[in-house]
């Protein structure tokens, strides 16, 4: 907590964009995995860290969200887990260039706990492997994201914090008819109450609808913890396009209404950053 | 004749224990599958979808439920071959190439194996050469394409190009499904319809059209 509340002293905090669509920008082909580039092809996925941090993101995350074992293993890749997720760090780090700190991406595992398809010693094993991993390699912090099953994220933050870097854990509100539910039912309250209580440092959300309907779920996790507030909205949904202008005036509202961390999911590029981090030097300066 | 209520409840509260043990206990006693299967089975089914559309249930009370119902209906299976009943349809499904999601698809293949289709599932991270193949060999006449990520969305596209050039395109009607897929996606890529909450409705509109 005190290391994040040192990072936020000067400000809240742009992180970054969408990396898969920027990696598929790339030559990523739509059948392979995004993360297995972090051994084949590290420079392309350093290019994609080092245009978030020159269009302005002081926090870039790593190319390792689908890297817990359970995950790779749908691809073969259970045994790479280590390597994959130290290039992760080791290419973020270095796209960093000392400029922007590198969180660490940790995303579910795609199985659900609640119907048996795996054991929650099993998810914790994978994550506590995860999380060790990115640790060594020289992560400053560790960020849960994308999460739905508030179970599954209390697993993964207590692997996380066994590393003693700071954690955040973030979900996906992606349903019920107000985007305010994630996809096994939780709310933003039974989140933010999850992470409190199970020691995280940060609670946030991410994905899911637009930045406008995130100012809603900021005020319901705001209230239900104390908390800094991590926040990345998508730019909408494909199909309905929003323009970086429109992203990012919604989002420095998010700053300006006091989420300690904003950037952008699905649908952001370098170029959304660049006018997002354009309005938050602005209202710094104001 | 007991009365078999039980089913009812053992499916919606997603209780595969007692909806399979009700099931042997009432085909011991003699109960007609067709009788359970209309009276308790897809009632149970049809709240279930009725709570998920008010989100009084999610994903996992929705999906337990369907396989409660799954259990229950692989005992009447084989009775149900025996007397020469039709499945509702026959349906290929699965995640596309690149996706390894597979939450929403096989609750998607829950339930229309509930609402009585017969279901290939052909799991995650499927090619286009599969999906092919296995229309070839199952005569589905509908394909249920799922992709849970923007990144792997192209991935369907790519799929219904190979039923048009593999000229089976006219034989099926081609169902996508997923967080991030439309109704403008759907349309903009060729399919037949987009799934929102309801596959299983749209599968029989379908179906009942054909």
Known sequence: MRQLAEWLAAGPLVTDGAWGTELQNRGLAAGEVPDSWNLAHPERVEEVGAAYRQAGSRVILTNTFRSNPIALAGSGLEGETEAVNRAGVAISKKAAAGKALVFASIGPTGKLLVTGDVTPEAVRDAFTRQARALAEAGADALLIETMSDVEEARLALGAARETGLPVIVSFSFDSGRKHDRTMTGATPEQAARMAQEAGADGVGANCGAGPAAFAELFRRLRAACDLPVWLKPNAGLPGVSTSSEEFAASAAELLGAGASFVGGCCGTSPEFIRALAKRAGACVSS | MSDFGGLYDAILNGDQKTSVALTKQALEEG?????????????????????????DFFVPELLLAARAMKGALELLRPRLAASGAEPAGRVVIG????????????????????????????????????????????????????????????????????????????????????APVTEQYAHDIGADGYGGNAAVALARKIVAAS
């Open chain 2, 95 to 178: 995640t596309v190439k690149g996706d390894l999601h597979d939450i929403g698809k096989n609750l998607v293949s829950s339930m229309l194996e509930g609402g009585g289709f017969e279901v290939t599932d052909l799991g995650a991270d499927v090619s286009p050469e599969k999906f092919v193949e296995a229309v070839r060999k199952t005569g589905a006449q509908i394909v249920c394409l799922s992709a849970l990520l923007t990144v792997t969305m192209p991935a369907m596209k790519t799929t219904i190009e190979a039923f048009r050039q593999a000229g089976i395109r006219d034989q099926i009607k081609v169902l996508i499904g997923g």
């Open chain 2, 31 to 55: 109960v007609e599958p067709m009788d359970l299967i209309h009276r308790y089975m897809i009632p149970a089914m049809d709240e279930a979808g009725k709570r998920f559309e008010c989100e």
